[in-house]
């Protein structure tokens, strides 16, 4: 009843672990969120209380690692004396390079609120069970299927948003309507 | 299910939210990268192992927590592998991740001894892989020197256990630490080569290597 080797874990689950992991902290940090979710979860492993699901664990390991990264880049002071050579806020142009054709649709999950996305991600991105949702966010699943459904309905929104003033979308409109654009869907 | 329950009555009432979360799920899945994972026994990488193309077949190294040699086996194909690290696993720790560096040294000695530039490894081995007779048995092959030859009934002589020359034998073929360790120096009292590890014409490759066979 020994814990199988860690590389086969890694062998088996980490194309979910990386698909999680972008879905809950972009196509940019993405990697990295993941990469920190293998090296916690080896340094934590075998969990104390047993390892009957190692896939829901590596889940739950990994969305509460994308929290840790998002609240650490929260709290970094930002340098006020400093001009920031780029506007901090709207699309990172890098993020719409290495999503791909989707640059609408990772504004709009950056759009949601935390919880409502990592729910959304374990959900519909890890198809996890209510159980291992509800575990990752310390909650119920009771709750868990509210913020599920409330952020696929809050998705659909900023989709909606995005998708009609495209960031990014350079000289294809006129100036109004690409200003309006990087209003970053705050309107409705 | 209540979650397939669910997610029926959710596509039915409003499709578009669930179009939107297959949308998240395929851009989530373009182009994924492996992870790079820590292989150092201090960041909890108990075991590194790595799997080498060797002139007498595929080898499975691993280097141990104290930074010795746990394992130098015959893995021919995946499944050999597997049952490999779920061993390690077993008995001397979970935490094992594949770490090329950290083998680096012994597979570099290896292959040198198989183009014969090399006669000794210079390598610390930790037995943690064998049961306490296994150790015994394999440790009397310090003496046994590049190039020699032994029989199973002399070591288990040494081991003052004239009879168990079958019990030496299986103990042998049990190596975790071939090539390193060199059964294949053992064979029968009439001469012959008999069982291992690695398939007889490695062990027959192994002795005219040494110029012993």
């Known amino acids: 009843m020994s814990a199988p080797p860690f590389a086969l874990l890694v062998e088996e689950h980490w194309r979910d672990v990386a698909r999680l992991a972008r879905a809950l902290a972009g196509p940019l940090d993405g990697d990295d969120v993941a990469q920190q979710a293998w090296a916690q ?26 929290t840790d990264v998002h609240r650490a880049r929260a709290r970094r002071p930002v340098p006020v004396e400093e001009v920031p050579e780029a506007p901090l806020e709207g699309a990172d142009p890098a993020d719409g390079e290495l999503a791909g054709a989707d640059p609408a649709l990772w504004a709009a999950v950056r759009a949601l609120p935390e919880r409502q996305r990592t729910a959304l991600a374990l ?53 109004d309507e690409q200003q309006e654009g990087t209003g970053r869907g705050r309107r409705s | 299910m209540d979650d397939a329950a669910e997610t029926t009555t959710a596509s039915g009432a409003a499709g578009g939210d669930e179009a939107a979360a297959a949308r998240l799920r395929a851009a989530a899945g373009q182009g994924l990268r492996r992870p790079a994972l820590p292989t150092s026994a201090d960041a909890g990488a108990d075991v590194g192992f790595s799997v080498q193309e060797t002139a007498i077949g595929r080898v499975l190294l691993a280097d141990g927590p104290g930074g010795a040699l746990v394992a130098s086996a015959f893995a021919p194909d995946d499944a050999a592998v597997e049952r490999l690290l779920r061993r390690l696993a077993q008995k001397v720790s979970p935490r094992v991740v594949e770490a090329p560096g950290r083998t680096a040294p012994v597979a570099a000695q290896l292959e040198e001894y198989l183009a014969g530039e090399r006669r000794t490894f210079d390598v610390a081995v930790d037995l943690a892989l064998a049961t306490p007779f296994q150790r015994a048995v394999l440790e009397q092959l310090a003496g046994v020197g590049y190039g020699a030859r032994t029989t199973y009934g002399a070591l288990a002589r040494d081991l003052g256990r004239a009879g168990a020359s079958r019990a030496v034998g299986a103990a042998l073929g049990a190596n975790p630490v071939c090539v390193v360790l060199p059964c294949h120096r053992v064979v029968a009292g009439s001469g012959a080569l008999t069982g291992y590890a690695g398939g007889l014409d490695a062990k027959r490759r192994l002795l005219a290597l040494e110029g012993a066979g």
């Open chain 1, 123 to 175: 959900r519909y991105v890890a198809d996890a069970d209510h159980a291992t949702v509800a575990s990752a966010l310390g909650t119920t699943p009771g709750a868990t299927r509210r913020l599920v459904s409330d952020a696929l309905a809050a998705l659909r929104r900023e989709l909606a948003v995005h998708e009609a003033a495209p960031e990014g979308a350079g000289d294809a409109g006129g100036r």
């Open chain 1, 41 to 66: 979860a080896l340094a934590a492993y075998p969990p104390a209380g047993g390892l009957r699901d190692p896939r829901a664990w590596l889940l739950v390991v990994t969305s509460r690692c994308a």
